[in-house]
């Protein structure tokens, strides 16, 4: 009976905290409809592209000189990020109820230590997805007449093992240390995390062929040349960390969540917003730690491989994307995590704050200069990577606009992130937790953010700002409102307009992951299979959304106005023509699409001619630009510009600007003519012309 | 030009209402209000105290009618209205990690006054309250009594001409109430204008020179405590509590 109580205490749990179901089990506000589905799909997202990235690893692997010491380097590494979670999940935190399984809560249970060790465990799942994907393809590649079932063995008995180690060394920091200053030292676990993360990128380069620390017998059982030699240390240091896990389980005391002792004031000489902003910033969990680490390890790395990388670079986007990876990756997680840290703040602070002379506005002004002030810190060693140029002159200038827009572009990105933290604290929406693909919102902010950072182009670049900043635009208006509607819930609370656009984040996750899914079949399924695949599923959630989720009609659909659309659909091709044979320079980028047979190429006819006008006409004009044009009657043109942009973003980088074109076009079509179907007709003549010059 | 300042009125509001949905929190509220007033704003739950103070505060903006505080409208003047008014809410919460000194210090330098000065000023209260050792504690570790105690500073923190307050003594030590009580009655003598929500019809009745009491958003008393025991048909030696269920049930 017992057992039985504790499995359903155990499910219970781990879905609340995969559907993040805080406000709703807390009887809050109603949560965003978009909020279950999101969180579901983000964390299956982040599985996939876990899975993904070991079967990627694993790919280089086998290449190597010494595969098995390769391996070992690969397997440490899937450790250390296992160990990292788990540790970050054991350290309390004083503030961070989206984080259902804390270890407050779990230690309230009176649930068994080994049911307790599972929670954790299943808390971790990411780094499941990333032993398996390593270890099952190193297992197939090399070694493929072993069992499959040693090789699935050996990934659970890695991940379990160091994940059991990451829960032990937590709970002994929390043994050894106040609740509160162990909440401070959570920072501890960015470092197994980026250590492995590091060690999965470069376990096959030639540098890290020497002997690793344990000799290449994992690695041996990594590759499946000898897996029971690895699974068996592995499955005794399970054993005995599971005991020494029982121990401390035992040993420990609940301590007060916080209750630290007295303070010495730290605002007597001047306390300014931001000031302030920054005294509550450094007294977070990590806060003290988080910049001038993630400032050093981005600066060491950028050094590193500018000194390193240049003679190997075929070119300087090579170099380029190497360094930026890791700093996008920091900007982007440290900005989420403060922005939602400091927003969370501000509104349980609002009964205070709501009584002071303080503008909303100033509050989000402060609060954003400050994130920037930060991210611009964690960022500037980007232009490190200027030293490049000095053995390789010819680079210079595009190294040098690259640093220039991925700059621009944190800036833009710290005012966003501040924004829509309040925008996601206040509704009770999706909140982005810091990670990298944390919520539909911050992955609304992600997209456009990487096209600056890996624009092929300055153009391409200098249009992901616009829609960045057309974003953040749009962010700032409805935090406002939501600040608003927390002082006072008669005034509106969302606006349809983010409502929108979440839905569109939502599009493109499902493309993303339906793609990343397919990518697993690459045997039996053909690329253009794949991506037509992707699209259709993508394309079914967006027109299901946008008909369940849209407020108002549609506008008048006249259909005598439909030629109209041939002629502008005309002159968008057009415009498209010309950009990829004579403005473009890069025209090697755009993939040419490869059709298998005629029944491939009649569906691809059927998706770009047919399916994609009218789903993405009925959501883009449809919904987006009659939301906008509603919410800023008096700046109606900003409408179709604004929309342009973001239906250019949802396009690949190099069909940026003809796919620009064509939203204008047809923004401006709706404008006047209030007609949809001429937009229809215009998009299916464009794409025609693009399948007819892709092909 | 403001109307009420002409007046003389600490505060004036005129026909104040405010809706929820379909639900009519305040219903035209009238209200004037003289320096040196101690009023006591009474009601059951939900009869709509909290929303008229947060919208004479400015801090709901009115359905319909206005309300000048301090010669500042409440709604087009929000945030000076803020800067001079003294305002403790229900409940009473603060950033986490800072302490109630840092608390009182910010709040200050939002106001543009002088953190020392104040916290001089405040050292009288401090005492009595027996705040002294929480002050430079984290927030985050106090309890509900301390928040109150804290809100109350911040709120006579700039030594303003009109306080609201909401529910001031709920959770606090009968010690600590009766102090506030005594401190409150001091700051009326200097003629500053309290106007307190509360549950406590006995200490309403204690402290209070006017009682107005509400019921599902309309004003059905305005006047002295005694005259609301007139008003209710009872005799001088019934308690307002009498008088508060007859005037409610009418």
Known sequence: MRTLRELAAMTLLVLRSWHRMGPRLRGGRKPEPTRGISALLMRLLLAALLYNLGFSTSLRIRLATEPSWAATWAGLGAGCFALGVTFALELPSPRMPTQALKSELLELLPLSSLSKAILVLAQAFMALPLCLGLVISLHNALSPQTPLAAAVLLSFALFVSFGLLGTCLGKSVKLSFSAYRASQLSWLSTLPLVLGMLLIQFASQRFLQRRPPFGDDLGRAIIGRQTWGGVVPLGLATALLGMAFSVLDRKHELAEPVRPGAIRSALGQGAGMPALERLLNRREPGGSFQVPMAALSAGALAGWLTWKLPAHSPSARFLWNAVALITLQLVSTLGMQRATRGATRDMLARPMLGSLPILPRDTLLSKSSTLRRTLLIVAAPLALVLAASRPRPEWFWELSWRVVATLLAVAIYASAATYVAFLSAGLGTTRPRGAFLGSLESFLLTVPFASVVFAPEPVSALLALFTLAALTFEARRAALRTIDWLDDAEREHSTEVWRALLVFAGFQGAQLLTQQLASLFTGLLSPTAQMLGAYAVAAVALWATTVREQVSTPPMQRLQLAPLGLLAGALSGGFAWLYLRVVHPRVDEVPHLQVGSAAEFALLCVTLVGVAPIVEERFFRGWLQSALEGELPRRRYLAPVLTGLAFAAAHPAYSFAPVLVLGLINGFLLLRLRSLSACVVAHSVHNAIALYLGS | ?250
């Open chain 2, 1 to 250: 030009m403001v109307f009420g300042m002409t007046d003389g009125w600490v505060l004036a509001a005129e026909g104040l209402s405010k809706q929820f949905g379909t639900k009519l929190a305040v219903d035209d509220l009238t209200l004037r209000l003289s320096p040196g007033e101690i009023v006591g704003l009474l009601g059951p739950n939900g009869a709509g105290k909290t929303t008229t103070l947060k919208l004479l505060l400015g801090m709901l903006r009115p359905t319909r009618g206005r309300a000048s505080v301090l010669g500042r409208d409440s709604t087009t003047e929000a945030v000076a209205v803020k800067e001079r008014v003294g305002y403790s809410p229900d409940e009473p919460s603060f950033y986490d990690f800072l302490t109630g000194r840092e608390t009182l210090e910010f709040v200050t330098h939002v106001r543009g006054g002088n953190p020392s000065e104040v916290l001089q000023r405040l050292a009288p209260m401090i005492e009595a309250l027996e705040f002294e050792a929480d002050l430079d504690r984290f927030v985050a570790g106090y309890s509900l009594g301390m928040k109150k105690k804290l809100a109350l500073l911040v709120a006579l923190a700039h030594a303003p001409k009109l306080l609201l307050l909401d529910e001031p003594t709920n959770g606090l030590d009968p010690p600590s109430a009766v102090k506030i009580r005594r401190r409150l009655q001091e700051l009326a003598e200097r003629g500053v204008t309290v106007v307190l929500s509360t549950h406590l019809l006995d200490m309403a009745d204690k402290l209070c020179t006017r009682v107005v009491l509400m019921n599902q958003g309309r004003l059905i008393f305005d006047g002295a405590p005694s005259a609301a025991r007139e008003a209710a048909n009872l005799d001088a030696g019934a308690s307002l509590e009498d008088a508060f269920l007859k005037l409610v049930s009418v």
